[in-house]
Structure formats: C-alpha cells, structure tokens
C-alpha cells in the first residue's frame, strides 16, 4: 500500500509485505533526486501495475492537469512528468479517480468532474490510458444524459460501471444521488442519494461500502459509520442493469474457478501476494484472493504529529484490543482530539530510544523530566486499567517477554531501538504483536522513574497488547530499601517520612497481576512456582489489592512468596524442593527452590508446555531448565556494574517457536549502577545463576530460532 502526497510532505510510503505479514513494516521510499509531484492536495492517486497514477489537485495554489507516474517496478524509484499530446482535461482539484479492469476500458483511468480554479465545479469524465507503442493519451468519454457536477466524491469501477458516490454539487446542495455509468453504451444512469462528502468507498463481491467522510457543511465531524449497499437493490430498478450486473458476476466467477484449476496444476511455490495484482483482481474471488487480515486504519491529521499518528496497520486478530465491535468497527476512527493524551505526551517525552542509546549517563542531570503530576495522574489512569483486569492475563502470541529491568533505561531503550518498540509505525511492531513483562521494573538501577513511567503510558495506550506483571521490586517493603524511594525522594522531592509518590506506586504495585498465560500453554510469572502452586486457580484466587507479606505464616501468604521469590534448583540434576539461602539465609521468609520435577508435575497437571520467568541474573540474558519447560529472561545488562550478564527477551512466535535477542554490556561502563561501595554494601546484589548443569544447547521442548 502506497500514501503519496497531502500538504504536509510529497514522499511516498511503502507498507512493505514481502516478509509476511507479521514482519511487514513501512518504508520511506528512496526517491532519485530529480523532479516531484511537489506538495500538493485535491489530486488523484491510482495504481495500475505497475504504475502509481498521480493527477492534478492543487500545487502551490495552482490547479493542475499534470499526471506523474511512478513505476513501482523500476528501481531506482522515481517520478516522471507525462508529456501528453492532444486534448487534455481542464485543470481540476477534488475530482475522482479510478481504473477500469474489465471490458472495453480495461487499463483506462477514469477522472470524473472535481472544480476549476474559477470555483466552477465540472461533470465531465476523462479517460487516461497508456497505449501498446508506450504512448499515453487522454480521451473525453461520451454520454448521453446529464451527470450531476460532483466535488470530493467518490468513484469506482464495478464491471462495465463506472459509480460515482456523494460529493457536493454547485446546483442542487449536498443530496446527490448515487449515478452509474456504463462503459457499453455510455449512458448515465440515477439511483437513490447518498449524503456524504470526502469519504472513501470500496467494493467487494457485490456489495458497496461507504466509508467516512462528511455529512454537512455545516458540521465537522466525520461521519463514524461504514454502510453497506447492495449493488442488486440498488439496480432494482433497472432490469438492464441488473441484468448486465449479474452476468459480469457470472463471468468473474467462471474465470475464478479457471484460475483455482490453474493455480493448483502450478508447482506450490507462488507467494500469496502473487494473486494481488490487478490483471487477476477483475477475475478472482475470495479462492484464490488471500483477503489481508490486517487492517489500515487512518487518522485526523494532527499538528506536528508524527507520521505514526496517521497511518497504523492492525490485525484482524488484535481488532479486539481496539475495542470494536463487530456492529461497529469504524468506532476506532473516533476523531482524535487535537492535544495529546497524557499517555502520548509521556511516550514521546520519554521513548527516544536513540538519544538514550547514545547518551553518556555519567554527564546527565538527575531531574526528571515530567512533574508530580502527571505521574500522579498516569498511576491513577494506569491503576483504573489495571484493576479491571484479572490476576492471570490471557495473552495470544506473537508475544515479546521482557526479564528484569531494575531501572536501567539504557537497556530498555537499546531493545526498543534493535528490535523494535511497542509503538505504532515505522520503528515500532505492537500491532503485530503483544508485550509482557515479568516484573522488577524498579529499584537498583538508576532510572526507575523512567522505566516504570513509559510502561505505565503504554499500558495505558495499549491497554489489552501491554502486559505488566508484578515482580518482587514491585513491593513497598523492597522499594523502600533497594533504590526506588531513594530515587522518589532525590529526583521527584517526595518526602522520606510522608511519602505522597512513593505511598501512590505502591498502591497501584499491590494491583498489578502475578501472572500471564500464553494460548493456554505457557505460564510467564516473576519468580517460580516454589512449593506451593499446584494449578493456575491457586494464582486466580489470589485477591487485591495485595501486599506481599515477608514472614510467611499461612499458605495464602506462601503462594505469593513463590509466585514472586522462588528460584528453580541450580540445576536439572536437583530436584524437589530445596531451602533458598541466598534469598532467604534465616529461612523466616519461606522462600525455596523448586527441581525440574517439580516444573514437570506442574506443566502436566496442567497441560501447559512452558514455564517462561525472570529474576535470576543469568549469564546469557536467558537460560534454560527442565531441560527446556523453564526459561529464565534478565533484560538488564552487567547487573549492578558487577556480572558483565548479557541481557535477553525472548519473541514468542505464533508457531511457538523462541527467538532470544541480545544485548551485551555497554563497552564504556555507563552510570546505570551508583555502584560506589558503600551502595553495594547496603543493598547486594543477588548473585547471577550458577552456569554448571545447565546450557542452552537446544533440548526437547522449546526449539529457538
Ligand atoms: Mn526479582
């Protein structure tokens, strides 16, 4: 798909799909220098293969009858100016444009009406069509009748039809019906009126849609309704139409079952766009048409908003996460308003992935760059999302998992940066696919406030994609001692002994879920299932708000402490439960370490295949237990300036196949860790996982790639 022009720039973007339509992303096209449409508005944009048909619209307050075309099949790309002999069309802004692809016109681009410069609207139609000897050339079409003149309407092609849609007349107000043209025999013919002005339309079986677009002059709202209109009843009336109609039908369908047959004597090796071109379009039906379950959903043009803002791709499967319905699916084009949510002001504050990947940490001023109260004011937002949500999210792949950040914002920034963010647009892949992260977003590192921010802006713009689960950081009686209130107090001036944003994160903390299921196969928690979790009901069951308590004495409390502090056994060799001296040397907190057994009984009593957790530092970012029913991701690198650890996330394809990505230590050390002594005496580091007995070779379960 193709956006060329507008006022805002004249560049053409390319919403790539060689690579499938999970990896499809948008590009810039690379243009040669040389001559341009320039920027300009009210024009046309057709495609006929391989062409991009540009034509005339308003060019530095100029109306034009220019016609560019651009070879979407000659590299290096670039625009040429048509030079065109003969008659030509008056120059023209807010016509309409499209291209016959059957019968006689088949190739012809047909330009209907639009307004002169002189504010005259016009009623003609053109037809522009690029002949055998290379040669291009317009013709007026003939009628009998009288089309009405028509601005900012529609128009398509159906078979032998040419159908104008809506628009705006100089003569009869805004009522204007809906006229059919017949290729044949070139007469116009009226049907019912359709209200509706700078909308778009398509079609598809017989059936025509109405989409967007404005219903008044008076009003500047959009219209937020897609309508539907059978092509049968509205020929009704006109059995010579209906007749006509049905037989091109008939046609398409003959020659869609030859293509089947053809297609299938083929060897298997075309790709399923190789269908998409428009020679096969005017014969094909859904056989052998793959139809993209992705949706292109545009925006309102917002000042100075990035070109993300306008244009996003979604699928069909996440159309859920819009909040749509099936009634109603244009809902999600709600008119956005012209200021910027508080979830977008914080994302664009804080997601610069590149300035932070670059910046030296040592030179940087400690304030931090949004006030009390918009973070005030984004918990209470994040809070209301969060709560309404249950303990254990239900989450489809293609998923991302995140391991522990601890405040280290460099690495959450070089992953948004090497693989992507969850963000709309070029640079970013969350319409393609969902992010969990397993906890421990605070303390230690030195930027918590960023990290625990920007997550709480993308969770609340992306309330059902973003998954924040909760890690044992994210708990006031650790928070208070392992940097985050520290932090609070140094860089938001909350105060020690009535601490308002400190008391307010860890209120919301206490919401947060303790775990994730992945198509009902694979359990992403913090810490483990410890000794106690037998069933994902154990974890269901759990109430909020919910403060963790740390000397456990009943089994409600015991479940949370394994859910959030356990470890597996430090290798496949140890098995049952064991006492976890690190984390728990006087053994008061309960705190354990669970064998592969016991990771085995768990996943088969509940027929998951995966256990996916963070909080261990390992070595390589991620590493494997139970001979592959466990992973554990750690997303922040060299842990407490100390372990030189890769950091990792794991990308959970649809196929269930794992892709770890890696990020190593930074080469120059940077201040992610206040690592004086003094620090690290107060608040040690937890030791990484021992490598011995265990390795990420590949084993039985997970197969990465
Ligand atoms: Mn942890």
Redesign the pocket.
């Known amino acids: 798909m193709y956006i060329a022009g507008g006022l805002a720039s004249d560049e053409l973007f390319l919403l790539d799909l060689k690579n499938g339509e999970n990896d499809a992303e948008w590009l810039m096209v690379q243009i040669e220098k040389g001559p341009t449409p320039g920027k300009r508005y009210g024009h046309s944009l057709v495609y006929y293969k391989p062409f991009f048909i540009l034509f005339g619209g308003n060019l530095n307050n100029e109306v034009a009858n220019d016609v560019w075309i651009f070879n979407s099949e000659q590299q290096p790309f670039h625009w040429t100016k048509l030079d065109i002999k003969g008659d030509l069309p008056q120059p023209r802004i807010y016509h309409s444009a499209s291209v016959c692809t059957y019968g006689g016109a088949n190739g012809m681009m047909v330009v209907f009406g639009g307004r002169r410069k002189n504010g005259q609207n016009l009623n003609d139609m053109w037809g522009l069509r690029k002949h055998r000897n290379g040669v291009w050339d317009w013709m007026k079409a003939p009628y009998r009748g009288t089309p009405q003149d028509r601005i900012q309407h529609s128009s398509l092609f159906c078979g032998n039809f040419f159908i104008n849609i809506g628009g705006r007349s100089q003569t009869l107000g805004d009522n204007l019906p809906i006229e059919v043209y017949d290729t044949e025999n070139s007469e116009w013919s009226k049907f019912c009126s359709f209200r509706r002005f700078r909308h778009s339309s398509f079609i598809f079986e017989n059936y025509l849609y109405i989409h967007g677009g404005l219903e008044d002059d008076k009003h500047n709202n959009p219209a937020n309704v897609l309508n539907e209109i059978d092509l049968y009843e509205l020929f009704a009336s006109n059995q010579n139409l209906t007749n006509k109609l049905k037989l091109y039908f008939t046609k398409k369908n003959e020659q869609a079952q030859k293509n089947v047959s053809a297609s299938e004597e083929k060897s298997n090796s075309s790709s399923n766009y190789q269908n998409m071109d428009s020679g096969s379009l005017s014969g094909s039906t859904l056989k052998d048409i793959k139809i993209s379950d992705k949706f292109v959903i545009g925006g309102k043009v917002v000042q100075n908003a990035d070109f993300s803002d306008l244009v996003r791709y979604c699928s069909m499967e996440k159309l859920h996460n819009e909040h749509v319905d099936k009634d109603n699916m244009m809902k999600m084009l709600k008119n956005k308003s012209l200021d910027y949510s508080l979830e977008d002001k914080v994302i664009m504050a804080l997601l610069r992935p590149k300035e932070w990947v670059n910046k030296p940490l040592e030179e940087e001023d400690s304030t931090f760059c949004l006030d009390i109260e918009t973070v005030m004011a984004l918990i209470d937002q994040c809070m209301k999302i969060v709560q309404e949500q249950p303990m254990v999210l239900k989450v489809e792949a293609p998923v991302k998992v995140f391991g ?1 950040i601890h405040g280290q914002y460099q690495d959450l920034m070089r992953f948004f940066d090497l693989f992507s963010a969850p963000i709309q647009g070029p640079g970013g892949d969350i319409d393609g696919l969902d992010y969990i992260f397993l ?2 977003y605070v303390d230690r590192g030195t930027h918590s406030l960023e990290t625990i921010c920007l997550l709480m802006a993308l969770k609340i713009k992306f309330p059902n994609q973003i998954h924040l689960l909760r ?3 994210e708990d006031r009686w650790i928070n208070s001692v392992f940097g985050f209130q520290t932090e609070l107090c140094e860089r938001l001036r909350d105060d020690l002994d009535n601490p308002a944003i400190f008391t307010k994160f860890n209120d919301f903390f206490d919401y947060l879920p303790l775990a994730a299921i992945i198509n009902d196969e694979v359990l992403c928690l ?2 483990g299932i410890g000794s106690s979790i037998n069933s994902l009901s154990d974890i269901e069951k759990i109430q909020r708000p919910l403060e963790v308590i740390h000397e456990v004495s009943n089994a409600d409390q015991q479940l949370v402490v394994d859910i ?1 502090w356990s470890d597996p056994t430090d290798s496949d060799i140890e098995t049952g439960i064991q006492a976890n001296s690190t984390r728990d040397p006087t053994g008061v907190g309960n705190i354990v370490k669970f064998g592969p057994d016991r990771v085995e009984e768990f996943l088969k009593a509940n027929n998951l295949t995966l256990i996916l957790r ?2 261990e530092c390992v070595m390589d970012g991620f590493e494997r237990f139970a001979g592959g029913s466990l992973i554990t991701v750690f997303s922040a690198t060299d842990y407490c300036g100390k372990h030189k650890n890769a950091g990792a996330i794991l990308i959970l394809g649809k196929d269930f196949k794992i892709n770890p990505k890696l990020i190593y230590p930074q080469e120059c050390p940077n201040k992610n860790w206040d690592n004086g002594e003094e620090v690290l005496k107060l608040r040690p580091p937890t030791p990484p996982r021992n490598r011995q007995g265990s390795s990420n070779d590949l084993g039985k379960k997970s197969s990465f790639s």
């Open positions: 522990d906890g421990d890690g044992n950081h913090h810490g959030l963070a909080h």
